[in-house]
């Protein structure tokens, strides 16, 4: 396969997937990732998983052209429901929301006995993966935020944890701003970082007008406010 069909967002998230790994990526579409980790010789096997009839076509197509059906299994259905458990020690899932990827962790959680990481990379709403998989004892171990074609994607890495929840020692502002900056890039700051969490304001700043004349609860108003303190807080 030729690296170029391979956009940097997968491209990272390749870079996280361990040297001979066997991995499910699931919601494939076309197929790039496992055809990719598979030419570079990074993985001994792959998953190709799909809901969709189109996009699993197209992973078939991909897996055939690319001489890989024996090495590469794609598979027809909904989430993990594709994998065995014990099959694989890495899950790949990206270019979907948060709030999807965390639903399809959360119904096959029996897969994930015997995976070691999970690479996740959620158009929006990554927050929400950072707290749900602290509170399944996943640790955050390393997490990128990038741009390509005018759209900012964070991914995000995490391996099996010890139980110990790493926002555990934090203060109660200070674990909310881990949860919904990641720690690592709030540190880091980066061009795509402060570029995505300007927008953010101003989109909470248009929420919390268009609260004000609409006469919200005010727990609602409240939390945009308190996202807004932070993020002015971060971006400052
Ligand atoms: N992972 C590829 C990428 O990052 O470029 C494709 C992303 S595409 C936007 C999302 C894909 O996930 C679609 O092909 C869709 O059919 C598939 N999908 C959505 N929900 C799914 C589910 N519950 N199980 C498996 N695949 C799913």
């Excluded at 065995?84 to 994930?112: C, F, Y």
């Excluded at 964070?154 to 909310?176: C, H, I, K």
Aim: charged fraction near 30%; charge should be neutral; glycine fraction near 6%.
């Amino acid at each position: 396969m030729n690296d170029k069909l391979l956009s940097d967002r997968l491209k990272m998230v390749a870079s996280f997937v361990p040297a001979n790994s066997s991995v499910a990526d699931i919601g494939s579409d076309h197929a790039y990732l496992p055809c990719y980790l598979m030419n570079k010789q990074r993985i001994s096997y792959a998953i190709a998983g799909e809901v969709n009839e189109g996009p699993f076509q197209s992973a078939i197509n991909q897996v055939n052209r690319s001489g890989f059906s024996d090495k590469i299994s794609v598979r027809k259905g909904n989430g993990l429901q594709v994998i065995k458990p014990g099959e694989v020690d890495v899950i790949t899932i990206a270019g979907m929301g948060g709030q999807l990827i965390r639903n399809i962790l959360l119904e096959g959680i029996d897969k994930l006995d015997g995976v070691s990481r999970l690479i996740l990379q959620p158009n929006v709403a990554a927050h929400l993966l950072r707290q749900s998989l602290s509170e399944l004892n996943w640790e955050l171990v390393d997490e990128r935020i990038l741009e390509e074609d005018k759209k900012i994607y964070e991914v995000l890495v995490f391996d099996v944890g010890n139980g110990s929840n790493p926002y555990r020692s934090l203060s109660e502002r200070d674990q909310a701003k881990a949860i919904l900056f990641g720690p690592k890039l709030a540190s880091e700051k980066n061009e795509a970082f402060i570029k995505k969490w300007k927008h953010e304001l101003e989109k909470r700043v248009r929420i919390l007008r268009s609260m004000e004349n609409a006469e919200v609860p005010s727990e609602k108003e409240a939390s945009v406010k308190t996202e807004i303190d932070l993020i002015k807080e971060v971006i400052s």
